[in-house]
């Protein structure tokens, strides 16, 4: 489910970078098992004949993977992350599942409204513990400011 997205390019890098001394069977795992390294990716950073070893060292296993997969959709990590989503961000704005996750953060937020009385229930806490704070420490001043 690659759609050019720069945090999945940076991934790549990375898996790229940790593999980079590994063994083939490491490489046919990240290629072909569990498919977060593109092949044309490894065979550019690794050269073709360690791609092909990568492809004989997990041959079985990369049948197997392909046959529990098939039929399902893969959507990026961040799908549907609480709050993760940003309209205007620039990857979100690229991103083809874009109107999928919107939704699901509307109604996430609405739920969080409905339950709590807050979209943000963790933001309300930081705040209301900030009026305390700060009402304590204007008593604190108003007393000393009388002392003196």
Known sequence: MYAGLPAQDAHHEWVIERLKYGRP?????????????????????????????????????????????????????????LFAFRAAHPICSKCPFTSNCAQIDRSTRAKFQRESGNEDPRLAVVREQNRIRKREERTRKAAFAASA
């Open 25 to 81: 069977y490491n490489i046919g795992l990240a290629c072909f098992v569990r498919r977060i390294l593109p092949e044309k990716r490894a065979a550019t950073a690794f050269g073709e004949h360690r791609v092909a070893q990568a492809r004989e060292a997990v041959a079985e296993q990369s049948l197997i993977a392909m046959a529990d997969k098939e039929g399902l959709v893969s959507w990026p990590s961040c799908f549907g992350l």
